[in-house]
């Protein structure tokens, strides 16, 4: 038997009980070392076993002998083979543990040695292992669908797409390739290209801040459907989700019926988010036209605002509930809700010792007839929030990061309990979201000057013909044929119907986005593979790392990487990204610049 040496028991000089772990760690089982064979005849295994360190990678021979069955059949999480063990007869080591490498059950290793925390830590390689069984259920929904898979090329060109690139300079001076942001120009040019069903487990680069859940890299499952859309998108992405979760989890979902769906303006207008977490009930409502205009002048120095509110039950006493608020805004959490330009959020606290139980502020009309949801008790929190009355754009609201934000306070004090605790998976469609958004400092979005950006990227097409229609008086409103998945208030995915006409397509880019003809001249690939007689297609990536973190009810996107970057993009144990050095930046002809 191959295997690492676990832990060793001397019992005498002449006996030893060791264990060995299989070489993936599934079992293990315990080794009988004596210093004498049965003939009385000495024994060098016994001697070796002796000088070996646990986690020594070793070869065995021995021979099975039935025991008294052990009390336990685990240890350390590995099966025990606990009605077996082996007589040693030889052992030799395959390499050495070096005497300033302790492995104990309890040490923690760092990232720098991710070889280490795999190794010892079961969870990781399980979660590797479920990853592995997730992207096999997947293929096979695909290709039972009749997908073919087709990997597309990783050296591409630069296009302002949407995101920050990774850029490739070549020997060639002055060129450089762009490592891709996803494969949409591609598989949309298979579109053109005959190909009916595509999909990749696709490697995509964003040279993007790193958020808790973001990685410099990161695989997405990419497809896309010629002569489809949204619905027939949706339909596949459904197939793949369901068979993942049945393969993986066991969990059959939602079975019979499709995911629900939800406009992007009712999820910003109701949870404050475009990636609702409906495990969180409370929801959000527009009170502006029940607050008593001198109240509204209180709390936000903006012209005829929107006034949010939302309730949140604490079950604990009105004067708990103001110290737990009072705490909370004081907190590093806190403070920047209170320096919101809009104003800062208006708290109240329902106190039955109090006339209106503590509302009288939002005077009588409020009072009389509250939405059945903010119906405050003893105890509860409820805040109104104001904002500029507009649309919604952009992925979240300020209301609807301070809800998150107290429900995780709130957790983390043990007040309430975690939404987590309610199991189950809620999924939801996104839909509706605009096609443009005004651009943003943080994402450089197509570059054009028209002070918008496409809100999914610039290949999506207006959702109806009315849509359309308003792409050059009124872009803002145009609404986007484009469709996000979300579970658990976790973005899961992002897709949708494409242009595939090349002169819309070349108004989008010019008329409407205002970009440069240089930037525009940077798609002229694509410009022309629609021209051929590209035939309408719709597609979709799922982010296959998160897909997993949720799946498995991880809490970073790092449990379920092999070899995940740290928050600075850094591989710490490999040591990337390097400083080039003169031969290197020699080679590509560059220079660098004070
Ligand atoms: N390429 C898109 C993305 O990376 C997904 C899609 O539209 O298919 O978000």
Same mark, same amino acid.
């Given at each position: 038997m191959y295997g690492y040496?676990?832990?060793?028991?001397?019992?005498?000089?002449?006996?030893?009980?060791?264990?060995?772990?299989?070489?993936?760690?599934?079992?293990?089982?315990?080794?009988?070392?004596?210093?004498?064979?049965?003939?009385?005849?000495?024994?060098?295994?016994?001697?070796?076993?002796?000088?070996?360190?646990?986690?020594?990678?070793?070869?065995?021979?021995?021979?099975?002998?039935?025991?008294?069955?052990?009390?336990?059949?685990?240890?350390?999480g590995m099966r025990l083979i606990n009605h077996l063990e082996i007589d040693l007869q030889f052992i030799v080591p395959l390499n050495e543990i070096p005497i300033d490498l302790v492995i104990k059950e309890d040490t923690v290793f760092s990232s720098a040695q991710r070889h280490l925390q795999l190794r010892t830590e079961r969870a990781l390689r399980e979660n590797l292992r479920q990853r592995s069984i997730a992207k096999q259920a997947a293929i096979k929904q695909l290709t039972h669908n009749k997908f073919i898979e087709i990997e597309t090329p990783v050296l591409f060109k630069s296009t302002p797409e949407g995101a920050r690139e990774f850029l490739v300079p070549t020997r060639n001076k002055g060129f450089a390739y762009a490592l891709p942001q996803s494969p949409q120009q591609y598989k949309q040019i298979l579109m053109a290209s005959g190909i009916e069903k595509y999909f990749q487990f696709a490697r995509c680069f964003r040279d993007e801040d790193l958020r808790a859940d973001r990685q410099p890299e990161f695989t997405q499952l990419d497809l896309e459907m010629s002569f489809a859309g949204e619905r027939d998108v949706k339909k596949c992405i459904e197939g793949v989700v369901k068979a993942v979760w049945n393969d993986v989890a066991n969990i059959q979902l939602h079975p019979g019926s499709e995911f629900p769906e939800m406009t992007y303006q009712e999820a910003m207008a109701s949870y404050g988010s475009d990636k609702p977490d409906l495990r969180l009930e409370a929801k959000i409502h527009n009170i502006t036209t029940s607050l008593p205009e001198d109240l509204?002048?209180?709390?936000?120095?903006?012209?005829?605002?929107?006034?949010?509110?939302?309730?949140?039950?604490?079950?604990?006493?009105?004067?708990?509930?103001?110290?737990?608020?009072?705490?909370?805004?004081?907190?590093?959490?806190?403070?920047?809700?209170?320096?919101?330009?809009?104003?800062?959020?208006?708290?109240?606290?329902?106190?039955?010792?109090?006339?209106?139980?503590?509302?009288?502020?939002?005077?009588?009309?409020?009072?009389?007839?509250?939405?059945?949801?903010?119906?405050? =008790? +003893?105890?509860?929190? !409820?805040?109104?929030?104001? #904002?500029?009355?507009? $649309?919604?754009?952009? @992925?979240?609201?300020?209301?609807?990061?301070?809800?998150?934000?107290?429900?995780?306070?709130?957790?983390?004090?043990?007040?309430?309990?975690?939404?987590?605790?309610?199991?189950?998976?809620?999924?939801?469609?996104?839909?509706?979201?605009?096609?443009?958004?005004?651009?943003?400092?943080?994402?450089?979005?197509?570059?054009?000057?028209?002070?918008?950006?496409?809100?999914?990227?610039?290949?999506t097409a207006p959702k109806l013909a009315s849509d359309a229609k308003l792409l050059l008086t009124a872009p803002e409103k145009v609404i986007a044929a484009h469709f996000d998945l979300v579970v658990n208030g976790v973005e899961l995915g992002g897709g949708s119907?494409?242009?595939?006409?090349?002169?819309?397509?070349?108004?989008?880019?010019?008329?409407?986005?205002?970009?440069?003809?240089?930037?525009? =001249? +940077?798609?002229?690939? !694509?410009?022309?593979?629609? #021209?051929?007689?590209? $035939?309408?297609?719709? @597609?979709?990536?799922?982010?296959?790392?998160?897909?997993?973190?949720?799946?498995?009810?991880?809490?970073?996107?790092?449990?379920?990487i092999a070899f995940p970057k740290s928050g600075k993009g850094e591989d710490p144990l490999v040591k990337s990204p390097t400083v080039m050095t003169q031969s290197q930046l020699d080679t590509y002809h560059l220079r660098l610049t004070e």
């Open positions: 040496l676990g832990a060793r028991r001397d019992v005498s000089k002449n006996l030893s009980f060791a264990m060995i772990r299989s070489p993936d760690q599934d079992y293990c089982i315990q080794i009988i070392s004596s210093s004498k064979d049965i003939e009385g005849r000495s024994l060098d295994s016994h001697r070796v076993l002796r000088s070996l360190k646990e986690w020594t990678p070793v070869k065995i021979i021995g021979t099975f002998k039935e025991r008294q069955p052990a009390k336990d059949d685990t240890v350390l509204i002048k209180k709390i936000t120095p903006l012209q005829s605002p929107a006034i949010d509110a939302f309730k949140m039950h604490i079950g604990i006493s009105a004067r708990e509930t103001r110290k737990f608020i009072s705490n909370f805004l004081d907190s590093p959490e806190g403070k920047p809700f209170l320096l919101n330009p809009d104003g800062q959020p208006a708290v109240f606290v329902g106190d039955t010792a109090q006339p209106l139980s503590g509302l009288s502020a939002l005077g009588h009309e409020y009072a009389m007839a509250p939405p059945e949801e903010l119906v405050v =008790e +003893d105890g509860d929190l !409820l805040i109104l929030q104001a #904002r500029k009355n507009e $649309p919604f754009f952009g @992925g979240s609201t300020t209301l609807g990061n301070l809800r998150l934000a107290l429900h995780k306070a709130a957790v983390a004090q043990g007040i309430v309990s975690s939404v987590e605790k309610n199991k189950g998976f809620n999924f939801v469609w996104i839909v509706d979201f605009p096609l443009f958004s005004p651009t943003n400092d943080t994402d450089p979005g197509q570059g054009g000057t028209a002070g918008l950006s496409s809100t999914h990227h610039p290949f119907r494409r242009i595939h006409n090349a002169e819309i397509q070349e108004f989008i880019f010019r008329d409407v986005l205002k970009m440069r003809n240089e930037r525009i =001249e +940077d798609f002229r690939h !694509l410009l022309d593979v629609l #021209r051929s007689g590209c $035939p309408p297609h719709a @597609g979709f990536a799922i982010g296959w790392d998160r897909l997993m973190t949720v799946l498995l009810g991880k809490d970073s996107v790092r449990d379920v």
